[in-house]
């Protein structure tokens, strides 16, 4: 069993920046997939950012351009930038860890870490 433990949320004002960080409690996710991803509430979560383990990248198309996503630590830990947050980046932000060769099937989550977003 892995657990991924998130940090670094906590409340911006518009405009300003958050570094998110994910650490892995095993090595067996260096060649995982890790990523983030949110959910608002009354919407679905849906993909911030992803990273592989060669550091191949994928945004979410809100995202792009503000956000980056890192990778270090033997791959265990992943980091999210993010800067010029909106309103509408306020989310529960969730980091997520999964083999590429077997999507869906050994997933692995941490518990959200929420960030938000007012003035």
Do not use: H
């Not at 657990?3 to 998110?20: A, D, N, Y």
């Not at 990523?35 to 592989?52: D, F, M």
């Not at 932000?93 to 050994?106: D, E, L, V």
């Amino acid at each position: 069993q892995v657990q991924l433990v998130e940090s670094g949320g906590g409340l911006v004002q518009p405009g300003g920046s958050l570094r998110l960080s994910c650490v892995a409690s095993s090595n067996i996710v260096t060649n995982y997939i890790m990523g983030w991803y949110r959910q608002a509430p009354g919407k679905q979560r849906e993909l911030v950012a992803t990273i592989s383990s060669g550091g191949r990248t994928n945004y979410g198309d809100s995202v792009k351009g503000r956000f980056t996503i890192s990778r270090e630590n033997g791959k265990t830990t992943v980091y999210l930038q993010m800067n010029t947050l909106k309103p509408e980046d306020t989310a529960v932000y969730y980091c997520k860890a999964y083999p590429p060769w077997a999507p869906g099937i050994s997933d692995y989550w941490g518990q959200g870490t929420q960030v938000t977003v007012s003035s």
